[in-house]
C-alpha cells in the first residue's frame, strides 16, 4: 500500500527574486495573509515553495496577492514513485489519452537526474498503455514531478491565481473611489503590488445621493475578497456647494471640478495622515475627461501634499473595463446612480495655476479639511 497525502503546492511570484532577509519577510507576510482567508490551513514553508494541508478552498486562495498558481499534489515517498505514479495517471484518465508528458523537477541531492527520471518512469507508464506516445509539445495529458530530496509531489493542472506580491508588504494607501468602473480598478491594482488599501468616499452635500454611496459600497465589497479587512470611509464636505456659488456670481463654472478635485486630494492627504498611508490612489487616466488632461492633473497635483499613485494613467477605457470584470468589480460599477449635478456644461481643459488658487482664496476654507469627521460606511460588513 503507497503512502500517499494530498496537500496543495503553492507557487509565489516576485518574493524569489528578493534578498534572503526580505524574502523570508515576505515569505511570511503571505503566510500570514493565507492563514487569514484560509485559518483551517496547515502551512509549511520551503524555499521557493510553500505547501498546504487541511482545508482549502481553491477559489479563495486564487484571490491572495503574491500567489501565481497552485496545484493539489499527491506527496508519495522517493521509493514509492514508480507505484504512485500509476496510480495517480489512472486517476487522471490517462488510458483515455493518446499522447503524455512527464514534467520532472528536482530540489536536493539524488543519484539520478531529472533526464534520467522521466525516461525511466515514460518507460513505466508506457509498459502500462502501450497505446500512449510522448509529446513534449501538445500532450493529451500531462503529468508533474516535483521531487524535493525524499518526498515527491505528484499533480496534473496549475490553478493559475492573482500574483503580485502580498499584500500589505508596501505599507497603505488611501485610495479615492466613486464607484464609477475606474476607481476600484487602480485600487486593485496598488493592491496587487502590495499595498493595503483604505478606500475613501467624499460625499458632496447637495450633489450627490444615496445611489452613488451605495454603488461605491458594493464596488469595495466586490474588492473584499482581495482584501478582507477592507472598509469603506465616508466624508460628507460641503466645500463643494460653496465654491459653486462663488464660482457662479463670478462667471467661472467651468472651473468647478478642478475646485472640487482639489479639494478631495486635500481630504485624502489629511485621511492617509490619520491612518499612516504613504499617499493615495487615484482611477484617473490621461485625457479621459476634461479634469485629466495633462494641464489638469498637473493643476490637481500642485494640490497634493503627498504622493499621488495613478496607475490607470496610460489606460484606455476598454483596458479598465476588461480589468473590471475579471476583478469582478464591473457589474457593481455599472449599477445605477445619479450623476454629479455641479459638472458643468463646458469644463476648463487647460486651466492655470494662479487662476485656479485665486479662486480658491474667493471661497475659503479649501485647505481647511483637519476638523473633517469620517465614518465608516453604514452597509459595509463588520
Not at 284 to 299: F, H, I, K, P, Y
Amino acid at each position: 500500500m503507497i503512502d500517499t497525502e494530498q496537500v496543495w503546492l503553492v507557487r509565489y511570484s516576485e518574493v524569489f527574486l528578493k534578498s534572503e532577509p526580505v524574502r523570508r519577510e515576505w515569505e511570511k507576510t503571505l503566510i500570514r495573509n493565507i492563514k487569514r482567508v484560509l485559518p483551517d490551513a496547515e502551512p509549511r514553508r520551503e524555499r521557493g515553495r510553500i505547501w498546504l494541508a487541511g482545508e482549502v478552498d481553491p477559489e479563495v486562495l486564487r484571490n491572495v496577492f503574491g500567489i501565481v498558481s497552485f496545484s493539489l499534489c499527491d506527496a508519495v515517498p522517493l521509493d514509492d514513485l514508480p507505484k504512485g505514479l500509476l496510480a495517480f495517471s489512472e486517476r487522471h484518465g490517462i488510458a483515455e489519452a493518446a499522447t503524455f508528458a512527464l514534467r520532472i523537477r528536482r530540489v536536493g541531492k539524488h543519484s539520478f537526474t531529472s533526464k534520467d527520471l522521466a525516461e525511466r518512469l515514460g518507460n513505466l507508464v508506457r509498459a502500462e498503455h502501450p497505446h500512449l506516445r510522448v509529446d513534449l509539445d501538445d500532450p493529451g495529458r500531462e503529468i508533474f514531478v516535483e521531487v524535493r530530496d525524499g518526498t515527491c509531489y505528484l499533480f496534473d493542472r496549475k490553478i493559475p491565481a492573482v500574483g503580485g506580491i502580498p499584500l500589505g508588504v508596501e505599507g497603505t494607501l488611501v485610495a479615492l473611489v466613486s464607484g464609477g468602473i475606474d476607481s476600484p480598478v487602480a485600487a486593485f491594482m496598488m493592491m496587487k503590488r502590495g499595498c493595503r488599501i483604505v478606500p475613501l468616499y467624499v460625499g458632496l452635500e447637495g450633489y450627490l445621493d444615496e445611489t452613488n454611496l451605495a454603488r461605491t459600497e458594493a464596488t469595495v465589497e466586490a474588492l473584499r475578497r482581495y482584501q478582507p479587512d477592507i472598509e469603506l470611509l465616508v466624508v460628507e464636505d460641503g466645500y463643494l456647494a460653496r465654491a459653486r456659488r462663488v464660482l457662479e456670481e463670478r462667471g467661472q463654472e467651468r472651473y468647478t471640478c478642478l475646485l472640487c478635485k482639489r479639494r478631495m486630494y486635500r481630504i485624502a492627504a489629511e485621511i492617509a495622515r490619520r491612518e499612516g498611508a504613504k499617499g493615495f490612489v487615484t482611477g484617473e487616466s490621461m485625457g479621459q475627461v476634461a479634469s485629466q488632461t495633462l494641464d489638469n492633473l498637473m493643476v490637481l497635483t500642485d494640490a497634493a501634499t503627498i504622493p499621488v499613485y495613478r496607475p490607470l494613467i496610460a489606460f484606455d477605457k476598454e483596458d479598465a473595463i476588461r480589468l473590471a470584470r475579471e476583478i469582478g468589480t464591473f457589474e457593481a460599477s455599472i449599477a445605477p446612480a445619479c450623476g454629479c449635478g455641479a459638472v458643468p456644461a463646458r469644463p476648463s481643459t487647460a486651466a492655470a495655476i494662479e487662476a485656479v488658487s485665486t479662486l480658491e482664496e474667493a471661497v475659503g476654507d479649501a485647505g481647511d479639511v483637519e476638523t473633517l469627521r469620517m465614518r465608516p460606511a453604514h452597509n459595509m460588513r463588520e
